[in-house]
Nanobody, 119 residues
Framework: VQLQASGGGFVQPGGSLRLSCAAS????????MGWYRQAPGKQRELVAS???????VYADSVKGRFTISRDNAKNTVSLQMNSLKYEDTAVYYC??????????????WGQGTQVTVSS
């Protein structure tokens, strides 16, 4: 399974960006999909995740500004980021919990996409 992320870039504070991630390859189902981020000198942290049934979890720092969505038929997950702040600057990673064999799941990661919020 491969995860291909896209949509990062440079944006001014208060602006918006949309990240997208598509999973490809053979599998037996995808449980949760989500986005993590890692800023320089900091640990990777969960930004948002969504289960196959649509339940979502958000980091407190992004609640009300970011929205995660998922298309189960296309195996894609997106993150709409509004009202971006300087502290949102990070490399964003797509993540998926994938049933790679019928009885076992593991995490897969995308390559990371840079989001820079700066004036």
């Amino acid at each position: 399974v491969q995860l291909q992320a896209s949509g990062g870039g440079f944006v001014q504070p208060g602006g918006s960006l949309r990240l997208s991630c598509a999973a490809s390859g053979s599998h037996f189902g995808i449980n949760a999909m989500g986005w993590y981020r890692q800023a320089p000198g900091k640990q990777r942290e969960l930004v948002a995740s969504v289960t196959s049934s649509g339940s979502t979890v958000y980091a407190d720092s992004v609640k009300g500004r970011f929205t995660i969505s998922r298309d189960n038929a296309k195996n894609t997950v997106s993150l709409q980021m509004n009202s971006l702040k300087y502290e949102d600057t990070a490399v964003y990673y797509c993540n998926a919990d994938v049933l790679y064999i019928p009885w076992a799941a593991r995490d897969f990661w995308g390559q990371g996409t840079q989001v820079t919020v700066s004036s």
